[in-house]
Nanobody
């Protein structure tokens, strides 16, 4: 059982920056993929960014060039650096981890952290 806890959300002005953290209760070294998703009011949850076990990254089109995902296996933490924030980035941001094996997949989610960007 893996517990994920997000932190770092809050209120920020448009054009500003915010750094989110996702702390795992256990090791994330074996996670196939870790990522961030977000859900704005009235919208479906969407991909923000993912990072694989070999540090390959992927970003949603709306955040490319502005957000950076990284992982620190020693600290069991995944980060999301958000720069040049826009009001449309306002959402609840969720941390996700996927562990794989030969016989099963395990998918874990954090509780979410609110990010609000004002203009």
């Amino acid at each position: 059982q893996v517990q994920l806890v997000e932190s770092g959300g809050g209120l920020v002005q448009a054009g500003g920056s915010l750094r989110l953290s996702c702390a795992a209760s256990g090791s994330i070294f074996g996670a196939l993929v870790m990522g961030w998703y977000r859900q704005a009011p009235g919208k479906q949850r969407e991909l923000v960014a993912t990072v694989t076990s070999n540090s390959r990254t992927n970003y949603g089109d709306s955040v490319k060039g502005r957000f950076t995902i990284s992982r620190d296996n020693a600290k069991n933490t995944v980060y999301l650096q958000m720069n040049s924030l826009k009001p449309e980035d306002t959402a609840v941001y969720y941390c996700n981890a996927v562990f794989s094996s030969d016989i099963s997949l395990s998918n874990y989610w954090g509780q979410g952290t609110q990010v609000t960007v004002s203009s």
